[in-house]
């Protein structure tokens, strides 16, 4: 199995199944630490892949994309050898727009692609994407807002503890990956097609970013049946309730696992 940067680690040879995890705006492969361990007690037999985008955490001398089409070429050539084998895709927030386009463009050339997608806390893509008002953390569209809005912004969404305020060197450091991010997110342009793939939809009860209905709208881009779930907490739910959305993922583990590897014919 040849490596790349984009994956921590080798993925094992003989795993039944890869999960691979794209992360949320200004998140890293770390936000996924936990998981491989959670999935194995909870007696799902998956090989665990948190996605390393550049320009943060262990990259973070790395230039980062601010579009999105640059970055998905490049995750198709670079993960081409891993999503040869059966795999699924978790994408929260910002991956879960890069989990879709990734399926896009491989189901266009024809590429194999996952058993099943699972998108959580973001617009389908028709949508306008998200925006962080400097006061709500809440909005359409790109915004502008100041340095102290947009942290006041993800502090309100749950997306950084309120401590990290008073730390400014921290806060120089994560808020170009935030702007960044969003940028990419914004740079998406028209949507694409629905996907030959079974969609698991996942949304905060009490998201003030992303609502349910907006997330329930990804329903237009599911070729192969479409699955919706309701979980306690707001758009970081990935992290405050991390063991409600495995006990989710653990059975969509199981169920996707044992089934052949899906082929798309270009499109």
């Known amino acids: 199995?040849?490596?790349?940067?984009?994956?921590?680690?080798?993925?094992?040879?003989?795993?039944?199944?890869?999960?691979?995890?794209?992360?949320?705006?200004?998140?890293?492969?770390?936000?996924?630490?936990?998981?491989q361990r959670e999935l194995d007690a909870r007696g799902a037999s998956v090989d665990v892949l948190p996605v390393r985008l550049p320009g943060r955490e262990g990259r973070s001398g790395e230039p980062r994309f601010t579009e999105l089409a640059s970055l998905v070429e490049e995750l198709d050539e670079r993960l081409d050898e891993v999503l040869a084998s059966p795999h699924l895709l978790y994408g929260h927030s910002m991956g879960a727009l890069i989990a879709y386009a990734l399926m896009r463009r491989r189901q266009m050339r024809g590429a194999p692609l996952p058993r099943a997608a699972l998108l959580a806390a973001y617009r389908a893509p028709h949508l306008p994407p998200p925006r962080l008002d400097s006061d709500t953390?809440?909005?359409?569209?790109?915004?502008?807002?100041?340095?102290?809005?947009?942290?006041?912004?993800?502090v309100a969404l749950g997306g950084l503890p309120e401590a990290l305020l008073g730390h400014p060197e921290w806060l120089r450091a994560l808020l170009p990956v935030v702007r960044d991010d969003l940028a990419l997110c914004a740079s998406a342009g028209p949507a694409g097609g629905p996907v030959?793939?079974?969609?698991?939809?996942f949304t905060g009860a009490d998201d003030s970013l992303v609502r349910t209905s907006e997330v329930t709208a990804w329903r237009r881009y599911a070729a192969r049946g479409c699955e919706v779930r309701v979980l306690p907490g707001g758009h970081f739910f990935l992290r405050t309730h991390e063991g409600w959305l495995l006990d989710e993922v653990a059975p969509l583990v199981r169920r996707y696992g044992g089934r052949r590897t899906v082929?798309?014919?270009a499109s």
């Open 1 to 35: 199995m040849t490596t790349t940067e984009y994956l921590a680690r080798t993925p094992r040879p003989h795993a039944p199944v890869r999960l691979l995890c794209f992360p949320f705006a200004g998140g890293g492969a770390s936000a996924y630490a936990r998981w």
């Open 137 to 154: 953390g809440t909005g359409t569209g790109t915004g502008a807002a100041s340095d102290s809005g947009l942290a006041r912004a993800l």
């Open 196 to 201: 030959r793939v079974p969609l698991h939809l």
């Open 263 to 265: 082929h798309a014919a």
